[in-house]
């Protein structure tokens, strides 16, 4: 199968910060995707970027389809920003996270 | 418009039981996809159900096994429930797989097996 390596595996960030995550795939991958795991549980959606740009308010993804990876920059972080970051490809595959924690 | 509902949220079960765990897929759905999160990791993916058959299948024992109904809900068994299967457990739903839609959790079942 496909490995999926997301870095940083852990970040603490003082509120107001930016930060850059990452994500690296071993292969082409389709349905490219970005979600936030709240403390719950529940994966929330915030990005589907199988290639280009997009933004939404203080966030916004890259993905670069032909050397297999994705960024997600987070910018102004807030507290609420707090929590696991996945990525996944094909909707099969997702990375082992990054865990966010945005300090007041 | 309902998003997807998973039940129970949460479950204990004694080694060796069986369990069921239900989705119902957001409206307009047909897709349904089964994850199983340990703690610390990502979701791992189980199978995933379409026109009820199952399309998709992860590296998981035949102890799982699946079904989709004709409304689209789906269910997921585990048998002979060994420790390890201790996880969250989350069900996914999307809509026409093929054109690449994007995938929509539920709030997923935290089973305990003791």
Excluded at chain 1, 46 to 64: D, E, H, M
Aim: hydrophobic letters at 30%.
């Amino acid at each position: 199968g496909i490995q999926v390596e997301q870095s940083p595996p852990d970040l603490i960030l003082q509120e107001g910060a930016n930060s850059t995550l990452r994500c690296n795939f071993s292969d082409s991958v389709n349905n490219l995707q970005w979600f936030h795991q709240n403390p719950w549980g529940q994966l929330i959606n915030l990005f589907y970027i199988p290639s280009g740009t997009k933004q939404n308010g203080r966030l916004s993804a890259t993905t670069v389809a032909t050397e297999r990876y994705s960024l997600l920059y987070i910018s102004s972080s807030q507290t609420t920003d707090s929590g696991v970051y996945f990525c996944s490809g094909n909707q099969f595959y997702f990375g082992t996270g990054t865990s966010l924690t945005v300090i007041p | 418009d309902a998003g997807v509902t998973q039940s129970p949220t949460h479950l204990i079960k004694t080694r060796g039981q069986q369990v069921t765990l239900r989705c119902s897929p957001k409206s307009g759905h047909d897709t349904v996809s089964w994850y199983q999160q340990a703690l610390g990791q990502g979701p791992q993916f189980i199978f995933q159900y379409y026109e009820e058959e199952e399309r998709q299948r992860g590296n998981f024992p035949d102890r799982f096994s699946g079904h989709q109904f004709p409304n689209y809900s789906s269910e997921l068994n585990v048998n002979a429930l060994l420790l390890g299967d201790s996880a969250l457990y989350l069900c996914a739903s999307s809509s026409d797989l093929s054109s690449g839609n994007t995938i929509y959790f539920g709030e997923g079942s935290w089973l305990t097996v003791v």
